[in-house]
C-alpha cells in the first residue's frame, strides 16, 4: 500500500536558518510529488510539485525539493527561512496506477523564530 | 480558495446525530475529494470521486458516506456521529492527476 513519512514532526529555526524537511514514500511505481504548506488558521496551498524532467524542483517563496528516486524520498529546503514561513508542511503523493489516490504525509510544523 | 466552498465552517453536534458537510465548487474539475485533518497524523482520504458515476473509499470510509449529487457538489455524511470524529474537514477539487488539489476552507467539527 501507499504510504508517505514525514520524519520531522516539529522544526524550530531562527530566522536566516536553512531548512530541510524529509519525505519519504514507499511506492514501486510511477508517482507524481506535491509539498502543500498550511499558514496558521487557512487551507492548503501547494508550494511546488514534480511530475517528470529535472529532478530538483523550484516552487514559491525560495522553496526548492529534490526528487531522489533510488531513495524513494522529496525533501524540501529553503536556504534562508523567514518568521514568516511558520505554518504546517506536508508532502504528498499520487500514485499513477489505478486508484491515483493523493496520499498525504502527516506534516511537519515549522516554527521561525525572529 | 473561493472557488472551493464548504458549508458549514463549524458545526458542534451530538454523538448518534446524522450529519451532512457540503461542498461545492465552480471550477469545473470532475475529480473531488474529501479529507480529514488530525493535529500529528495530517490529512486522510475519505472517499473521492472522478466523476458522477464514479465514488471510491479512501484510507479511512467507515463511519462516512458521500453524495456526488452533480459535478459541482460532493456531500460528506455521518451517519451517527462519535467524538472521534471530531477533526477538521477539508473538501478538495482537481482537473486530473498532473494538477494540485484546490482546498475549501474546512469545516471544524466536534462532536460531544
Known amino acids: 500500500a501507499q504510504s508517505v513519512s514525514q520524519h520531522n514532526h516539529h522544526v524550530i529555526l531562527s530566522e536566516a536558518a536553512s531548512l530541510e524537511l524529509g519525505c519519504n514514500y514507499s511506492?514501486?511505481?510511477?508517482?507524481?510529488l506535491f509539498w502543500y504548506v498550511q499558514y496558521p488558521g487557512q487551507h492548503l496551498q501547494l508550494l511546488l510539485k514534480?511530475?517528470?524532467?529535472?529532478?530538483l524542483v523550484k516552487g514559491i517563496k525560495g522553496f526548492e525539493a529534490e526528487f531522489i528516486k533510488s531513495k524513494f524520498s522529496f525533501n524540501l529546503r529553503k536556504p534562508s527561512v523567514q518568521w514568516s514561513d511558520t505554518a504546517e508542511y506536508f508532502c504528498a503523493v499520487n500514485a499513477m496506477d489505478s486508484s491515483y489516490k493523493l496520499i498525504f504525509g502527516s506534516g511537519t510544523r515549522l516554527l521561525v523564530r525572529p | 480558495d473561493a472557488d472551493v466552498t464548504q458549508t458549514p465552517r463549524n458545526r458542534i453536534t451530538k454523538t448518534g446525530k446524522r450529519i451532512m458537510l457540503e461542498c461545492s465548487q465552480t471550477?469545473?474539475?470532475?475529480?473531488m475529494y474529501w479529507y480529514r485533518q488530525d493535529p500529528g497524523l495530517g490529512l486522510r482520504l475519505i472517499y473521492y470521486?472522478?466523476?458522477?458515476?464514479?465514488?471510491n473509499k479512501g484510507e479511512i470510509s467507515d463511519g462516512y458516506s458521500v453524495s456526488r449529487q452533480a459535478q459541482a457538489k460532493f456531500s460528506l455524511s455521518l451517519e451517527s456521529a462519535i467524538p472521534n470524529q471530531t477533526a477538521l474537514y477539508f473538501c478538495a477539487t482537481r482537473r486530473d492527476i498532473n494538477s494540485p488539489l484546490h482546498f475549501g476552507n474546512g469545516t471544524r467539527l466536534t462532536v460531544t
Open positions: 511506492y514501486g511505481g510511477t508517482v507524481n
Open positions: 470521486s472522478f466523476d458522477v458515476k464514479d465514488i
Open positions: 514534480y511530475f517528470s524532467g529535472d529532478p
Open positions: 471550477k469545473g474539475h470532475d475529480r
